[in-house]
């Protein structure tokens, strides 16, 4: 069985508006609502969790799960200070499914299609660890103290991560259990698996599979999503 998680807790302070980004429409709809369309409707997924911010708990219920009706969504929980912290209430709910598989997706990726979950589910069941993830069309700079440049990377070997990432539930569950017991903190789940040594498999996302980070993101999000309906 293929669970989602979707994370949808943050503050959204880089997009600075009173409404948090995940809540802000795309087309009429909120980004979240674009997003758990995506998941409601996937073959592969079965159940989602939706980790939301206790303070905006009756929005999430009345704007997005009672309006759009999402029978896949079977709970929602509140999240935490960090990502990473959300990420582990919603496998928390999860870890006794131990043999399942979870795919972690952002809430505010609202372009993410059926192909990539799809490409996730594979690799997964035999990976047991899948990273969304495209290859890098810049040049790569090092630079130690952000004023001159160290050393140029080479780009060949270098990935953008993306969300979905997925995994096996009783792994995931044991990488963010040994992130917090050892205070440590990844900007993606995948980092907490390959901390314990374990192979993580890539998988390639794609260029319109945007996280809204900037307001900037919800215009070209909005367009893409216009272009996508033609
Ligand atoms: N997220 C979360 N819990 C947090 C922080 C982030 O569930 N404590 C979620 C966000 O809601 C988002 C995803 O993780 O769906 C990616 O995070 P990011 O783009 O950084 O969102 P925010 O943290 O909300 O934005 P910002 O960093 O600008 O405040
Ligand atoms: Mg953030």
Not at 45 to 60: C, T
Not at 62 to 90: A, H, L, P
Not at 151 to 179: D, G, H, V
């Amino acid at each position: 069985m293929f669970f989602a998680i979707i994370v949808a807790a943050g503050k959204g302070e880089r997009v600075n508006s009173v409404v948090p980004k995940q809540y802000l429409p795309l087309l009429g709809k909120p980004v979240l609502a674009h997003t758990l369309d995506v998941f409601e409707r996937s073959p592969w997924i079965g159940e989602i969790i939706v980790v939301i911010n206790s303070l905006h708990e009756e929005m999430f219920k009345k704007e997005v799960w009672e309006k759009y009706g999402y029978r896949k969504i079977k709970k929602c929980v509140s999240g935490g200070e960090t990502r990473q912290d959300s990420v582990y209430c919603g496998v928390r709910e999860l870890k006794d499914r131990g043999a399942d598989f979870v795919l972690i997706h952002d809430g505010v990726r609202p372009l993410v299609d059926d192909k990539i979950l799809a490409r996730c589910v594979e690799a997964v069941v035999k990976f047991e660890a899948a990273c969304c993830a495209l290859p890098c069309a810049d040049t790569i700079k090092l630079s130690l103290d952000g004023e001159i440049i160290d050393e140029t990377l080479n780009r060949q070997k270098i990935w953008r991560a993306q969300t979905p990432q997925a995994f096996r539930i009783s792994l995931i569950w044991e990488a963010l259990e040994k992130a917090k017991e050892e205070g440590f903190q990844g900007t993606d789940d995948s980092a907490l698996v390959e901390r314990m040594g374990k192979p993580v498999r890539l998988v390639l996302g794609s260029e319109d599979n945007l996280k809204i980070t900037t307001p900037q993101d919800l215009i070209l999000a909005e367009e893409l999503l216009r272009w996508r309906k033609k």
